[in-house]
């Protein structure tokens, strides 16, 4: 998708438990070298989180939030150089917004206790 300089593949490999809940994966983006598709440099390893977070143990894996929160952060410091631009600055928004709609989903979920659960809430918007 896009523009670049660079030839990337992305390549995802999701779980499910034997019920059909998302459970962990493992995303992969590689970095294409000579003529092969399949011949690359491993740019990215995303180990996603592994069903419910245990109250006990904690967070296992990574949340879609932890992945936009890093390319934020990553666009914010092309702002901070001589890169800063507009588009920039509007993916920056944009990630920041698809955040705050994740932190609704989350708030939503809390408040109809079924945070950390396999149950499904209410959706805000249709």
Not at 12 to 36: I, K, N, Q
Request: proline content about 3%.
């Amino acid at each position: 998708m896009g523009i670049r300089n660079s030839e990337s593949l992305v390549k995802s490999d999701f779980s499910v438990d034997s019920d059909g809940h998302p459970t962990g994966g493992e995303t992969r983006a590689y970095v294409l070298v000579g003529d092969s598709p399949d011949e690359g440099t491993l740019a990215l390893q995303i180990l996603w989180q592994d069903g419910v977070v245990d109250p006990e143990l904690g967070q296992n894996g990574a949340f879609v939030e932890d992945v936009l929160e890093a390319a934020r952060q990553r666009l914010q410091f092309f702002n901070s150089t001589e890169f800063r631009c507009r588009e920039n600055s509007i993916a920056i928004t944009k990630i920041e917004e698809a955040l705050q709609w994740l932190d609704w989903r989350t708030r939503a979920r809390l408040i109809e206790d079924v945070e950390n659960t396999y149950e499904t809430h209410t959706p805000a918007v249709d």
